[in-house]
């Protein structure tokens, strides 16, 4: 069974700080995605990384992909109440159609 | 453009009701996905269709659940004899192909709760 485990499940720091989420598997996966989700509506993508060892960034956001293509870090600079959410990794399996997401770090940024 | 819709958006029942929830994907979408969120978790793989392929029920939970999509865009996810244990957020999602790693769009969920 291909599992994605998240930490911290929660956090909540002051505006302005850093920090990072970790998403981890004993799975290769294909690729890796990070979504974000706010209350009320359904997870909106953020970033998908596929080769081992890529970073991406995203403004204040920075993907980073394992080498070994089984874990992923996100890591947020200067955070900002509208960083606020629930933040899911998401593994696409290397054989067939199925996603597995990852249970989620909630984030809350406090102004 | 419109984005994936889900009706209806909440839906409260009684223990042994069954349900239907709905999912209208992006024009053009080939792929559709539901999962079941629960409370403080992460997203649970229900099915998958792709075209006109068989589709994927690997997650369905039981018997109880059914999906099925009708020419190919609009879904419908079944729950007969619905249990406490069905209580969630259940979402759907699209995507332009088959395949995972494909960016999938979701809807704003159906949140179900069996009294």
């Known amino acids: 069974t291909q599992l994605l485990e998240q930490s911290p499940q929660f956090l909540s720091i002051q505006e302005g700080e850093n920090l990072t989420v970790y998403c981890n598997s004993s799975?290769?996966?294909?690729?890796l995605q990070w979504y974000r989700q706010e209350p009320g509506e359904g997870p909106v993508l953020l970033v998908t990384?596929?080769?081992?060892?890529e970073v991406k960034k995203l403004k204040r956001l920075t993907f980073q992909f394992g080498d070994a293509r089984k874990d992923s870090s996100l890591h947020i600079t200067a955070a900002q109440p509208g960083d606020t959410g629930l933040y899911l990794c998401?593994?696409?399996?290397?054989?067939?159609?199925?996603?597995?997401f990852g249970a989620g770090t909630r984030l809350f940024v406090k102004a | 453009g419109a984005g994936v819709s889900q009706s209806p958006s909440n839906k409260v029942t009684e223990k042994g009701k069954d349900v239907e929830l709905r999912c209208d994907p992006i024009?053009?979408?080939?792929?559709l996905y539901w999962y079941r969120q629960s409370l403080g978790q992460g997203l649970e793989f229900l099915i998958y269709?792709?075209?006109?392929?068989?589709?994927?029920k690997s997650g369905l939970p039981s018997d109880r659940f059914s999906a099925e999509r009708t020419g190919g865009s609009v879904s419908t996810l079944t729950i007969q004899r619905t249990q406490q244990e069905d209580s969630a957020v259940y979402l759907c999602?699209?995507?332009?192909?088959?395949?995972?790693?494909?960016?999938?769009?979701f809807g704003p969920g159906t949140r179900l709760t069996v009294t």
């Open positions: 269709f792709q075209g006109n392929s068989a589709p994927d």
């Open positions: 999602a699209s995507s332009s192909s088959g395949g995972a790693g494909l960016e999938q769009y």
């Open positions: 799975s290769v996966f294909s690729s």
């Open positions: 998401a593994g696409a399996a290397p054989v067939g159609f199925k996603t597995i």
């Open positions: 024009s053009g979408h080939t792929a």
């Open positions: 990384v596929v080769t081992g060892g």
